[in-house]
């Protein structure tokens, strides 16, 4: 099967752009707190509020990006490659801009004009994966999202040296090098689009196009959508929190935070990999239920043990849950809307956002009025809801039911 996956048009570039895209969000993502709360003053709420505001540009971005990629006549790759372009400018805004305001608002302008990117980079390679055979689609996205779980591996290692060696300017311009590559790399990605349709076709003139469904009235679609978002909601909980909880109140150092989140993508890669031969053998819902399960026990561990060296132990459940969350997430949704591979990537992106919107305000709060050590239990009584909702999704679509 592994070797099928080669055959792909476009999947070894897309492989390679998505790890590159896995550093380059990693090697800024563990630090930015500590920069926007030491460097810019700003308190644990309103860097939840400034993270929310983008998620919320994000979605709008998103969804009507999404709504409408599938019907574009020109080749997708354009919608990524502005995207990245966009992704560029959001974070040499760190580098140019002292003003505190002014920065806040040129990186959620540009960082929700890029939010795109990954959703339509996953919408195109799920076109490539369809033009040779939809049956290893799971296991094609799989790997496709372990290559970015690998860039995380190396990211923060990379992040801590550019901290520790060339300060902050060196976090954020190793960050844009990363996206800048990634930028010029994709204008090598072919267009996949289906062969044109011969002149002596007979035409269908009773043919209708079919309509995106709408989230809101789909029982289907709405309740992994939230059950989805429950679990983001907890996960940027425990991103927003982790670096403050582990340099602020168990007064470790900085690369501290770096080993933490590298240790966790190098679990990710073969637990990715491993989840996507499981999904073959065992439902997605599944998975999924175990996912919310395991999730919820490591965040209310951090709160009970108090401990780094328990956290570093944690790092396996956690690179679990994340296999799965991440691993399986874009392919439940491609499988719901397999004729709308840009909307149902869209809406895994979103639920994404949602609960980073959700998460980052949450987070910050819960930080400022319970105390960093108490907001992971939040963070798991996010996922053990997200748990409960996943009983109630089906584990295959049919025909009538969206």
Request: aromatic content about 14%; proline content about 3%; hydrophobic content about 55%.
């Amino acid at each position: 099967m592994i070797k099928d996956l080669f055959q792909i048009q476009n999947y070894k570039l897309f492989l390679t752009n998505m790890t590159m895209l896995g550093m380059a969000v990693a090697i800024t993502a563990p630090f930015l707190v500590i920069f926007m709360t030491e460097t810019h003053g700003m308190s644990s709420t309103s860097y939840g509020i400034f993270m929310a505001a983008a998620a919320v540009g994000s979605f709008f971005v998103n969804t009507i990006v999404g709504r409408y990629s599938d019907k574009l006549k020109f080749d997708r790759k354009y919608l990524i490659i502005a995207a990245l372009l966009m992704q560029i400018m959001a974070f040499l805004s760190f580098l140019i801009i002292p003003n505190t305001w002014i920065l806040i608002i040129s990186y959620i302008i540009f960082f929700s004009l890029g939010a795109p990117a990954m959703p339509q980079l996953y919408a195109s390679a799920r076109e490539s994966i369809n033009q040779y055979r939809s049956s290893i689609a799971v296991m094609a996205n799989t790997i496709l999202r372990s290559m970015f779980s690998f860039g995380f591996l190396f990211g923060p290692l990379v992040g801590s040296i550019l901290l520790a060696r060339y300060d902050f300017t060196g976090l954020f311009f190793g960050t844009v090098i990363m996206f800048a590559v990634v930028f010029m790399s994709s204008f090598l990605i072919k267009n996949s689009s289906a062969p044109a349709v011969a002149s002596d076709t007979i035409e269908l003139t009773n043919y209708e196009e079919p309509k995106s469904p709408n989230l809101l009235t789909s029982g289907t679609l709405f309740i992994p959508f939230i059950a989805f978002v429950f679990l983001h909601v907890g996960q940027w909980m425990y991103l927003l929190n982790m670096p403050l909880f582990v340099t602020g109140y168990l007064n470790e150092a900085d690369s501290a935070v770096g080993i933490l989140a590298s240790l966790c993508a190098g679990l990710e890669v073969p637990l990715m990999i491993l989840m996507g031969y499981a999904a073959s053998k065992v439902s997605s819902k599944t998975l999924l239920i175990i996912a919310g399960f395991i999730g919820s026990m490591y965040f209310l561990s951090i709160g009970i043990f108090e401990s780094y060296t328990m956290m570093l132990i944690g790092q396996l459940p956690l690179a679990l849950f994340l296999a799965i969350l991440l691993g399986l997430g874009i392919s439940y949704f491609q499988d719901l809307l397999p004729q709308f591979p840009g909307y149902a990537s869209t809406l895994f992106a979103n639920a994404m956002i949602v609960g980073q919107l959700l998460g980052n305000l949450l987070g910050g709060i819960a930080n400022d009025v319970l105390g960093v050590e108490n907001s992971f239990y939040i963070s798991g009584a996010f996922l053990f809801i997200a748990f409960i909702l996943f009983f109630f999704t089906k584990k295959e679509v049919r025909k009538g039911d969206i």
